[in-house]
């Protein structure tokens, strides 16, 4: 089956940095994204990443490794309106995107 | 700029009624989407169409249908709401191309009693 596996929660210190990981197992890989969701609202697109590496977009940064099945999400110099919640998807190889259930970060001052 | 707008926002519905949650884009996306987010678990698709006039079903389909019959509008019905059936719904569309990112609306909050 495919599986897309995040932390359910982790919190942080306000100014900080935190590392949200996300593992894989997909049939085939077309991709994988990152989107951010406050309580209570949409999901809103963050990142993607289709070939090994890191792709930096001002505070936000995500690293992906095909063959290890791994992405992580790099989040620099938190801010409290970074408290929200961070979902992986991986695209596999029919174009559908798989969701991890989401990881809840708490930004503590 | 409108994006993508759901409706309702909410509803409380009693079980075996039918409901229709309305989604509407002004982009002009060729795909549009529907899913289901429960606590706990990934937003799972519930149907999809890739251009006006085609459908498909997604990983939960059974108890949905859908609609697309023109670019812009994507509705969803339940044709016999379940308390199972309680959950967010998200419409979604994408423009296509390299990335093909979703822009989602608002959600609709829908209980079932």
């Known amino acids: 089956g495919q599986n897309i596996d995040q932390p359910t929660e982790m919190t942080a210190t306000e100014g900080a940095i935190v590392q949200i990981n996300c593992t894989y197992q997909?049939?085939?890989?077309?991709?994988l994204f990152w989107y951010q969701q406050h309580a209570g609202e949409a999901p809103t697109f963050l990142s993607y990443?289709?070939l090994d590496g890191l792709e930096e977009k001002g505070r936000f940064s995500s690293f992906l490794s095909r063959s290890k099945g791994y992405s992580y999400l790099l989040l620099k110099e938190l801010q409290m309106k970074d408290s929200a919640s961070y979902l992986c998807?991986?695209?596999?190889?029919?174009?559908?995107?798989?969701w991890g259930a989401g990881t809840k970060l708490i930004i503590k001052p | 700029i409108a994006g993508i707008t759901q409706a309702p926002t909410s509803q409380i519905l009693a079980a075996g009624r039918r409901m229709t949650l309305r989604c509407t884009q002004d982009m002009r996306h060729n795909a549009m989407y529907w899913y289901r987010q429960d606590l706990g678990l990934g937003l799972r698709l519930i149907h999809y169409?890739?251009?006006?006039?085609?459908?498909g079903k997604g990983e939960v389909p059974d108890g949905y249908s859908v609609s697309r019959a023109n670019t812009d509008d994507f509705p969803l019905t339940l044709a016999s709401a379940v308390p199972s059936q309680t959950s967010v719904y998200f419409c979604?569309?994408?423009?296509?191309?390299?990335?093909?990112?979703?822009?989602f609306g608002e959600g609709s909050r829908l209980t079932v009693l």
């Open positions: 169409s890739n251009t006006a006039g085609t459908t």
């Open positions: 990443n289709v």
């Open positions: 997909t049939s085939g890989f077309n991709g």
């Open positions: 998807a991986v695209r596999d190889s029919n174009y559908q995107l798989i």
């Open positions: 979604a569309s994408s423009a296509g191309g390299p990335t093909g990112e979703l822009f």
